[in-house]
């Protein structure tokens, strides 16, 4: 069982930067695939980046490559995803998933990210 909790959403100006953090509960924490997800207002949950369980291997949407960087403590149970030069199409709320092979999906209770112009 992985409970994840998601912090540092807010109100930024566009041009502006924040950090987001999922803080996860649990021993097994290194053994998952960290990803952020987003949702804004009357669209469909995607893929924003992801990282492999060592860390080695990122990925990312291509509306947030260049622009962003996500990366993992393992050793705080905390994966973060640095944004840059914010947009008002950022403008979502920011879940943290956990994934693993022969688990479930774990998903947070998400974060507000607002981005005004």
């Known amino acids: 069982q992985v409970q994840l909790v998601e912090s540092g959403g807010g109100l930024v100006q566009a041009g502006g930067s924040l950090r987001l953090s999922c803080a996860a509960s649990g021993r097994t924490f290194g053994t998952y695939a960290m990803g952020w997800f987003r949702q804004a207002p009357g669209k469909e949950r995607e893929f924003v980046a992801a990282i492999s369980w060592s860390g080695y291997s990122t990925y990312y949407a291509d509306s947030v490559k260049g622009r962003s960087t996500i990366s993992r403590d393992n050793a705080k149970n905390t994966v973060y995803l640095q944004m840059n030069s914010l947009k008002p199409e950022d403008t979502a709320v920011y879940y943290c998933?956990?994934?693993?092979?022969?688990?479930?999906?774990?998903w947070g209770q998400g974060t507000q990210v607002t981005v005004s112009l």
């Open positions: 998933n956990a994934y693993r092979v022969g688990d479930r999906n774990y």
